[in-house]
Structure formats: structure tokens, C-alpha cells
């Protein structure tokens, strides 16, 4: 995929682009945050909306596996179809329809209408995870553009962080129905701001889908997406079950438990900062460290959940490991495939919800056979393996790397 030149495009003078494009950057973090809220706030909302809708929380329950279906399928051929556009215009509209659908959603008077109020944003929201990472890169430049990935990937990781949590404080505070409105005002918001402050960056030419496909031909970009289904397999064995965790085995009040949920995403958005530190020069590496400690803060959870101090420093452990890997794992697969990045980090979304299903399914075996805290020793078993994998994966692109040391796609995989 070409890059772009951004202050060609919006004809900004060198001495405003760099503070333009920051603001542009952290712009997009905030509509990152809005519309993957909109995907995890019903968790945190299910209890509610299954109450008015007369459903079970069960049956309510399969709105949030419909959203995670839609984006593992259609994210890729989507983004791979869209992702020539001019990206300010792409971004505002896809903020237009995330607020009409999260308005449709706020008045729906059954589950039926919910669902179909539920599909749109899930078919927009890979394509602005790709597109968006992306984009955050070519406005920082070469020299900051992981960084820059990075912050975009705050707003993301703060999402799926604090998404449940804000969906259960929301509900209490003005039903879910608020919730959603409150949803759809601030994406309204966020497009007007987008629209102030993104410059008009040059569309890039259409690129056949079948030629982006080609990146699927390589075996160590598959590699690299596998790792990543391994990985939130890992995190989501864990994280799907943590609100019980916390209520039965360390025995916090349920009314507490949301904002200990919050606490563990406001102390782990530090490894947000880290991830996007170490992954530009070592992302395999970065990526097994990061899954050991993801390990380790998860069995330490339930070790010492009976010992206050204990407890918190295991929930840190985790919180920051946990929060790293959102960012370095996005970056690391399009790092794999710099001349279709759009897809890959789309393609990676799809990844990453393949294995948040995955590990809620793994989590939920787990726990009638050997108990719940067995999710924590199950996930940190997947968590090594993911180390592991890397740490190999890291070998043989160093063997390739040597063998062929013009290859410029191989050591920027590596």
C-alpha cells in the first residue's frame, strides 16, 4: 500500500504539521474508545436489557457473540474494499452510523430490532481498526509511528477495558437505554471533531482484492495472525471470568466489583505505554514477554486473593500485560505485511475476536471441571504456549533474515 504524504495532502506548513497531526492522532484514540465501547458496553448491560425486553441473559447474550461473528467474517474483505478511500471522509461516516445505530439501538422496542441495530457498527467496526491504525502511522511518520499506533490503540484498549464496567455503572445510573444515547451523542460529537481536525489525507489508489489476499500466502504473516488468535485466547480465558473471580474468590461486593474492573484497566492503560515503546524494534520478543506476564499475573490473582496487597499487585501485573498486548499485537501483524497494512490489521481484529471467543469458550469449560479459578491456570497455560510460539517464530525470521539479508520484508517482520 502506497504511503501517503500528509502535509502535502492538507497543505499544512512544517511548523503546524507535527501539532496538527498529534491532535489528529488523539482525536482518532477518542473515536477508537467510542466505537469499541459500543461493542463491550452491553455486557456490562445485559442484566438490564434482558429485564426490559422480557429475554433471558442468556438469549440477550448471543447480541454480543452476532457482533463478534460479523466482525471476524467481514472485517477483512471489507477494509480490503473501503480501505482506498480518503480516510477523513471514511472515518466521519463511519462515526455517522455507529450514532444512528447506537440511536436505533437506545429505541428498540424488542431484541429483534436491537439485533439489526447491533450489525452495522459490527461491519464498520474492523474497518476503522484497520484503516485507523494505519492512518495514525502515516500521520506520525516513520520515526513515530508505532507510538503513534500505540495512542490510537489507547482509546481502543480503554474500550475494552472499561467498556463492561461503564455498561453496568450506565445501567444503574440511567438504564440502558441512556447508555446508548449517551453512545450516540458522543459519536456525533467525535465526527464534528474529526472533521475540524483530520487533514484531507490523498486517497490512495484501489488495490484488487485479490493482490492484498496475496499477503495470506506468506507463511510467517499467517504465523504472525495465529500467534495472535493464541494470544487474546489467552487474555479472554482469563478476562471474560475476572467480575467472578473477583466476587467469589476474592470475595469483593458485587457492588464493588465494576469499579475494581475499572482500577484494573486504569492501572494497565501504563502498559498501553509500553507496548508501544518496545514493539517497533522487537515485536515477536515484546509479545512473549508480555504473554509470560500475562501468565504470571493471572495465577498470582487467584494465589493471593485472599491477601489484600497481594491481590492488587496481581491485578497490576495483569492489568499492565494485558493492556500491552492490544497494541502490540496490532502492531506486530502490520509490521508483517507493510504493503497492505489496512488489511492486516484488520485481518488481525479478526483475529483477536476469534480468540476473545475462544478463550470465553475455553474459560467456560473450564470452570465446571476444576473449579473458577481454574480460568486463570488454563489461560496462563495458552499464554505460554503464545510465549513460546513467538520466541520460535522470532528464531526463524532471525535464520531467514541472515540467509537473505536484502530481504526488506523479512526484516521488517522481524
Not at 502535502?8 to 492522532?25: E, F
Not at 502492531?331 to 483475529?351: D, E, F, H, W, Y
Not at 476444576?370 to 532471525?398: E, F, I, Y
Request: hydrophobic fraction near 60%.
Amino acid at each position: 500500500m502506497t504511503s501517503l504524504n500528509p502535509s502535502a495532502a492538507s497543505g499544512c506548513p512544517p511548523s503546524t504539521k507535527a501539532t496538527g497531526h498529534q491532535a489528529s492522532v488523539s482525536v482518532l484514540a477518542v473515536a477508537a474508545f467510542v466505537i469499541v465501547t459500543t461493542e463491550f458496553l452491553l455486557v456490562g448491560l445485559l442484566p438490564a436489557l434482558a429485564r426490559d425486553l422480557a429475554v433471558s441473559v442468556s438469549t440477550a447474550g448471543q447480541l454480543v457473540t452476532l457482533f463478534a461473528v460479523i466482525v471476524m467474517l467481514f472485517g477483512p474483505p471489507l477494509t480490503a474494499w473501503l480501505a482506498h478511500q480518503e480516510r477523513k471522509r471514511l472515518f466521519v461516516g463511519v462515526l455517522l452510523l455507529f450514532a444512528a445505530s447506537n440511536a436505533l439501538a437506545a429505541m428498540a422496542p424488542n431484541l429483534w430490532t436491537l439485533a439489526i441495530a447491533r450489525i452495522a457498527p459490527a461491519l464498520a467496526l474492523p474497518v476503522f481498526w484497520g484503516t485507523a491504525s494505519e492512518t495514525a502511522a502515516q500521520l506520525a511518520g516513520p520515526q513515530r509511528a508505532s507510538r503513534a499506533v500505540a495512542r490510537v490503540y489507547l482509546g481502543i484498549s480503554g474500550a475494552m477495558l472499561f467498556g463492561i464496567p461503564l455498561g453496568s455503572v450506565a445501567g444503574e445510573a440511567m438504564g440502558w437505554r441512556g447508555a446508548f444515547w449517551v453512545l450516540a451523542a458522543l459519536c456525533l460529537l467525535v465526527a464534528a471533531l474529526l472533521q475540524v481536525t483530520m487533514p484531507t489525507l490523498a486517497a490512495t489508489p484501489r488495490v484488487r482484492l485479490a493482490e492484498q489476499a496475496r499477503i495470506l500466502r506468506d507463511p510467517f504473516f499467517v504465523g504472525h495472525v495465529l500467534l495472535s488468535v493464541a494470544v487474546f485466547t489467552a487474555m479472554f480465558t482469563g478476562y471474560t471470568y475476572l467480575a467472578a473471580v473477583l466476587e467469589t474468590i476474592a470475595q469483593v461486593p458485587s457492588a464493588h466489583v465494576g469499579w475494581w474492573l475499572m482500577g484494573f484497566g486504569a492501572v494497565g492503560l501504563g502498559g498501553n505505554w509500553l507496548g508501544g515503546l518496545w514493539v517497533d524494534r522487537r515485536p515477536l520478543v515484546t509479545t512473549a514477554v508480555f504473554s509470560v506476564l500475562l501468565a504470571v499475573g493471572m495465577v498470582a490473582t487467584v494465589l493471593l486473593a485472599s491477601v489484600p496487597v497481594g491481590l492488587v499487585f496481581a491485578l497490576a501485573v495483569w492489568g499492565v500485560a494485558n493492556t500491552a498486548l492490544y497494541p502490540v499485537c496490532q502492531i506486530r501483524v502490520m509490521k508483517s505485511a507493510p504493503q497492505a497494512q489496512a488489511l492486516a490489521g484488520t485481518i488481525n481484529v479478526s483475529a483477536a475476536n476469534g480468540g476473545i471467543a475462544l478463550g470465553a469458550l475455553l474459560g467456560g469449560a473450564s470452570i465446571p471441571l476444576w473449579g473458577l479459578g481454574s480460568v486463570a491456570w488454563v489461560g496462563a497455560a495458552v499464554a505460554w504456549v503464545a510465549a513460546l510460539a513467538a520466541l520460535w517464530m522470532a528464531q526463524r525470521l532471525r535464520a531467514q533474515r541472515l540467509s537473505l539479508p536484502t530481504s526488506s520484508a523479512t526484516s521488517a517482520a522481524s
